[in-house]
């Protein structure tokens, strides 16, 4: 089904591809740049079946959309989109960031994106070219356009569709949640950047490290300048960090925090703080008037560039460890599912989920 916002594909230039290399090769260097820490369990599973989608519509990104629907998926299921990181692909995130695992738990739909080399030498998404982060051109409207084939082909609830990524796909989640925000009602960025940090590939180097200081007020004008009619609702959001992340910097956590927060209207002291999961991740929580959480900051100690997961069987225990940038240290994926509003009784056995907080 055609979006109209996407525009027809564009020229994908072999000058340009060659700039987009360049950051693909700082991107794809997390591993060597900080080894994570040696994991606690190592916990091999079964692939996790996906379903190619050839033809969900206007494509002017070239991405390749596939899907995990759960054997018990409700009516109007609630829809996750998970973007990879630099070197990985759709099967590699799905297989290991243990997303999976609580669709199967919560009957909720997930939507994998997945770019090529034929966009980027090291299959990064391109979070820091123009062409492909502006509403209705390049990925962001391929990823949009896969949200929309979400509803028509699966029933998908419009009103309950969120979006994560890692690294490259958490920078692209930042686009998603900037340039489509009557779209996605959560986002959680793993190890990324804010919206229009860099706009060339020069200025991507500089926001991953050392990465860019401007006001709050700098850094909400890039958002709310991306979509100039929308007055909000605004996405909450989730950002996962790593303290000793040397490939995106933690100072982007920072800039990620006062991006959000100031596009809520919200100051950058936390109303909470607490810790939480195996490793005592530290979590700062930004209230909304009415209560709930708008922003969110999960500081993960001792690890560097990567999803944390944490192998097991137990009830907050996900993933996989033993692929590139897969850490062991605490199951970032709970806890992204928890805050978008996600855990609770299968829809499936009649009771709903809740809402998000």
Known sequence: MPYAEASPP???????????????????AGATLFAPAAPRAEARTAAVALERVTDFGANPGALNMYVYRPQSLPEQPAVVVALHGC???AQTYADNSGLAHYADQYGFLLVFAETTTSN??????NWFQTGDTTRGQGEAASIRQMVAEAGSAYGGDPARTYVTGLSAGGAMTSVMLAAYPDVFRAGAVVAGLPYRCATDVLSAYTCMNPGVTRTPAAWAKSVTDAVPGHT???PKVAIWQ???????????????RDQWTAVHGLDQTPDRTSTIGP??????????GDGSVAVEVDRV??????????????AQQCGATGTAHFIDSICSSHWITEFFGLHGP????????????
């Open 87 to 89: 070197t990985q692909n």
């Open 10 to 28: 564009p020229a994908r230039a072999v000058t340009r591809r060659v700039g987009v290399a360049v950051v693909a090769l700082a991107l794809a």
């Open 242 to 256: 790593g303290d000793r992340d040397t490939t995106v910097v933690p100072k982007n956590a920072d800039a990620l």
């Open 279 to 288: 490793d005592n991740t530290r979590r700062e929580q930004y209230l909304a």
């Open 232 to 234: 909000g609702p605004w």
């Open 346 to 357: 299968n829809p499936a056995s009649g009771t709903p989920s809740g809402p998000a907080a």
């Open 301 to 314: 100690p001792d690890i560097g560039h990567g999803t944390p997961v944490d192998p097991g069987t137990g």
């Open 120 to 125: 980027n030498i090291n299959k990064c998404f």
